[in-house]
């Protein structure tokens, strides 16, 4: 993708390149389609271990919801970054299911349910629409409609008519940035905050990371109605620092392995140079005060757990990994599931190959001598 910005460079607009590289960046963020064996579909079995996690928060809150707002003929739900896969659904035939059984509880008649299903326009939503009507034969109930829509867009963004949504559910996708953060210029040899990046590259992502979230949430607090519920779940870190290792190593190793192919010829240095990820994991300190500051939710809890980053990785064994070439593999698959079309747009198609077979290298080195896991954070909120 580089040359693309070569006209500017020569006429010295830095800054444009800049803005250019990250715009570009964000509008690839989508996920490998279905029909490879490195698509997001068959390597999002981590997502899956996370939403069986969140299962339990999932239902109280429902539970509390259901309990002040029913008797009601229809609950409108939406899932934010819903990607297209197993776990599509998933998310959605559990808040089914929850519904059914609180409103049996409850001794009121189950309402019926509309599902907005949303990500970017990039994503594959064909596959998700031909998913629909197995789903509906599966595990609907002709008693009770369920009704599923596509909303293409991007949550930094309005999406729903003001004051309808009763419920919103958004896995791990707000880690993900609107945009790859301004001031990251000098991020010089990395592709992510590293313990080398200078002070300015923390701040830029702590900001743009401040900055999206709060958006996200007074976006929200348009759409819902009052009382109505939020659970996120994301990927965070453990310590205020930034460059604890739950939060820097798995691209500090992709960087690396960019660089074993700047070695062999393969990649430019400046293209490294120019590449930054529009990630950030925040600290729960950050998302505590932003929610705060923003002012349109109550927080009701936030919880913190660990996951592996191989999602068939046991605790057996809590210092390292003892099939570190399977463990690699797999976390090698899911990364490049959700990162490859960043890195094929600004790289190109034919290095992604050699990209992931040394990446799969040195995160089976790094496992043999430690067991880094994610930190993952679910939210739950009740909009005043």
């Given at each position: 993708?580089?040359?693309?910005?070569?006209?500017?460079?020569?006429?010295?607009?830095?800054?444009?390149?800049?803005?250019?590289?990250?715009?570009?960046?964000?509008?690839?963020?989508?996920?490998?389609?279905?029909?490879?064996?490195?698509?997001?579909a068959n390597n999002s079995s981590l997502q899956k271990n996370v939403l069986l996690k969140t299962r339990p928060f999932l239902e109280d809150t429902i539970k509390d919801m259901l309990s002040k707002v029913l008797p009601v003929t229809c609950i409108k739900v939406a899932d934010l970054g819903c990607a297209s896969g197993?776990?599509?659904?998933?998310?959605?035939?559990?808040?089914?299911?929850?519904?059914?059984?609180?409103?049996?509880?409850?001794?009121?008649?189950?309402?019926?349910?509309?599902?907005?299903?949303?990500?970017?326009?990039?994503?594959?939503?064909?596959?998700?629409?031909?998913?629909?009507?197995?789903?509906?034969?599966?595990?609907?109930?002709?008693?009770?409609?369920?009704?599923?829509?596509?909303?293409?867009?991007?949550?930094?963004?309005?999406?729903?008519?003001?004051?309808?949504?009763?419920?919103?559910?958004?896995?791990?996708?707000?880690?993900?940035?609107?945009?790859?953060?301004?001031?990251?210029?000098?991020?010089?040899?990395?592709?992510?905050?590293?313990?080398?990046?200078?002070?300015?590259?923390?701040?830029?992502?702590?900001?743009?990371?401040?900055?999206?979230?709060?958006?996200?949430?007074?976006?929200?607090?348009?759409?819902?109605?009052?009382?109505?519920?939020?659970?996120?779940?994301?990927?965070?870190?453990?310590?205020?620092?930034?460059?604890?290792?739950?939060?820097?190593?798995?691209?500090?190793?992709?960087?690396?392995?960019?660089?074993?192919?700047?070695?062999?010829?393969?990649?430019?240095?400046?293209?490294?140079?120019?590449?930054?990820?529009?990630?950030?994991?925040?600290?729960?300190?950050?998302?505590?005060?932003?929610?705060?500051?923003?002012?349109?939710?109550?927080?009701?809890?936030?919880?913190?757990?660990?996951?592996?980053?191989?999602?068939?990785?046991?605790?057996?064994?809590?210092?390292?990994?003892?099939?570190?070439?399977?463990?690699?593999?797999?976390?090698?698959?899911?990364?490049?599931?959700?990162?490859?079309?960043?890195?094929?747009?600004?790289?190109?198609?034919?290095?992604?190959?050699?990209?992931?077979?040394?990446?799969?290298?040195?995160?089976?080195?790094?496992?043999?001598?430690?067991?880094?896991?994610?930190?993952?954070?679910?939210?739950?909120?009740?909009?005043?």
């Amino acid at each position: 993708m580089h040359h693309i910005f070569t006209p500017l460079y020569k006429m010295g607009r830095l800054h444009e390149i800049h803005q250019a590289i990250a715009m570009a960046s964000v509008n690839v963020l989508c996920m490998n389609p279905r029909d490879r064996d490195i698509s997001y579909a068959n390597n999002s079995s981590l997502q899956k271990n996370v939403l069986l996690k969140t299962r339990p928060f999932l239902e109280d809150t429902i539970k509390d919801m259901l309990s002040k707002v029913l008797p009601v003929t229809c609950i409108k739900v939406a899932d934010l970054g819903c990607a297209s896969g197993p776990n599509t659904f998933f998310s959605i035939y559990e808040i089914m299911d929850i519904i059914t059984r609180v409103c049996r509880q409850l001794h009121y008649e189950s309402p019926e349910l509309q599902v907005f299903l949303n990500d970017l326009p990039q994503n594959d939503f064909n596959t998700v629409f031909r998913s629909v009507p197995n789903f509906k034969k599966d595990k609907g109930d002709p008693k009770r409609p369920c009704l599923i829509a596509g909303v293409p867009g991007s949550f930094y963004e309005r999406l729903f008519p003001r004051r309808s949504m009763h419920f919103i559910h958004s896995s791990y996708s707000l880690h993900w940035l609107s945009k790859v953060p301004r001031g990251v210029g000098n991020n010089k040899g990395n592709i992510y905050m590293s313990k080398s990046s200078p002070i300015d590259v923390f701040k830029a992502y702590s900001e743009q990371f401040r900055m999206d979230f709060s958006k996200f949430l007074q976006l929200r607090s348009e759409e819902m109605i009052g009382g109505g519920r939020m659970l996120l779940s994301l990927i965070g870190r453990s310590i205020t620092d930034p460059t604890s290792n739950d939060c820097c190593s798995l691209w500090d190793l992709l960087t690396k392995s960019l660089f074993d192919l700047v070695a062999k010829g393969l990649v430019q240095e400046s293209d490294v140079d120019s590449f930054n990820i529009p990630f950030y994991n925040p600290c729960k300190e950050e998302v505590r005060e932003i929610i705060e500051n923003e002012g349109s939710f109550n927080l009701d809890q936030m919880k913190v757990f660990e996951e592996n980053w191989d999602f068939e990785d046991n605790n057996y064994n809590t210092k390292f990994v003892f099939e570190k070439s399977r463990s690699a593999q797999n976390v090698a698959k899911t990364i490049r599931a959700v990162s490859e079309s960043m890195l094929a747009s600004h790289f190109g198609e034919n290095i992604i190959d050699d990209l992931f077979t040394r990446y799969t290298l040195h995160v089976s080195e790094h496992l043999c001598r430690e067991k880094t896991k994610f930190i993952n954070f679910v939210i739950l909120m009740t909009m005043k």
